[in-house]
């Protein structure tokens, strides 16, 4: 019963440290992004130490919230006391979000918009590299947003609508390296992503939907012999 009241009480909670939300939503909004166009990986090294980077920047915003905010977990999003729950929220999201990006690829087209990177990578990752990426961004991109952004920004200004729009802008713009589709289709997933949160307030089902959305078409399928190029 407590654990359900916290659930719905966490995004309409006051802001008790100013200064480390502030740091928090800095670090949640635009510190990947920024080790990204830092670190553009050439080579395997360089791509794993990037890795590593964003799993840390995870890290430090936990601490904050831990130890600056002086919050639980569950701030953000994460229970662990429904995680079959979860697993069937996130498998149906990933669907919803699959749904969603196969709408803006046809609407990409129809436009003669490139879908994908508008110039080759520099460096082409092993699968076991590209399945750690893949595993990173599920994580770290949904507690960075959805987790993390999402809430402290409805707790600030008590409006699902705006909050997600703040949230959501930049995450688009920041696939700006894969054209106008890349932004459409990043924006798309990312509203139904979004949504799914808002509704359940679960961290893990965001979580899986991302990953698996990710995993299946990069990694599972090309180990299987499947090409969709």
Known sequence: MKTTALRHQTSLG???????????????MFGTSFILETLRASDLPTYLVREGM?????????????????????????????????????????????AAIAL???????????????????????LWAETIRIFRAGITEEAFRNGYALERLLSITGRRSVALIITL?????????????????????GVVLSLIYLWRRSLPAVMLAHFSVDFIPNVLLPLLGVNLG
């Not at 995870?58 to 697993?87: Q, V």
Request: include cysteine; charge should be neutral.
């Open 54 to 98: 964003i799993f840390l920047l995870l890290g430090a915003l936990l601490l904050l919230i831990r130890y600056g905010e002086e919050l639980p977990f569950s701030s953000i999003g994460w229970h662990t006391d429904r995680l079959g729950n979860a697993a069937l929220w996130g498998l149906l999201g990933a669907v919803a979000t699959v």
């Open 169 to 189: 802008v930049p995450f688009a713009l920041f696939h700006f390296p894969q054209g106008p589709a890349g932004i459409l289709i990043a924006a798309a997933a």
């Open 104 to 126: 803006c690829v046809l609407f990409a087209q129809s436009m003669h918009w490139q879908v994908g990177e508008q110039h080759a990578p520099k460096f082409h990752p092993p």
């Open 14 to 28: 006051v802001i008790r440290h100013p200064a480390a939300t502030a740091l928090g939503l800095l670090l949640a």
